[in-house]
């Protein structure tokens, strides 16, 4: 079994700071690309920042300049930086992770990790 295990959500004041972390465990054999989603209330969820196996990094506009996305492969953990919070970046913030595990490749997502932003 794979799990991916976010933490560091919270309350932060407008302008304040965050750092998000997934965890990935399990009988892993690789990890290719991973990414952070969030999904605020009454809205779809949206991709908020990606990192390839490689190390390209990609940004939603809405993030960019505010936010980084970084990765340690030796500990399968992938970070999210959050700088300058705004109250529109609420919601529950996700990971989602493309792993080789028993052979095969697949998406796992994370359970979740809420982030307020309050004004």
């Known amino acids: 079994q794979v799990q991916l295990v976010e933490s560091g959500g919270g309350l932060v004041q407008a302008g304040g700071s965050l750092r998000l972390s997934c965890i990935a465990s399990?009988?892993?054999?690789?990890?290719?690309?991973m990414k952070w989603y969030r999904q605020a209330p009454g809205k779809q969820r949206e991709l908020v920042a990606a990192i390839t196996g490689a190390g390209s990094r990609n940004y939603a506009d809405s993030v960019k300049g505010r936010c980084t996305i970084s990765r340690d492969k030796d500990k399968n953990t992938v970070y999210l930086q959050m700088n300058s919070l705004k109250p529109e970046d609420t919601g529950v913030y996700y990971c989602?992770?493309?792993?080789?595990?028993?052979?095969?490749?697949?998406?796992?997502w994370g359970q979740g990790t809420q982030v307020t932003g309050s004004s």
């Open positions: 989602n992770a493309a792993i080789l595990a028993l052979g095969y490749w697949r998406d796992y």
């Open positions: 399990g009988r892993i054999s690789s990890i290719n690309g």
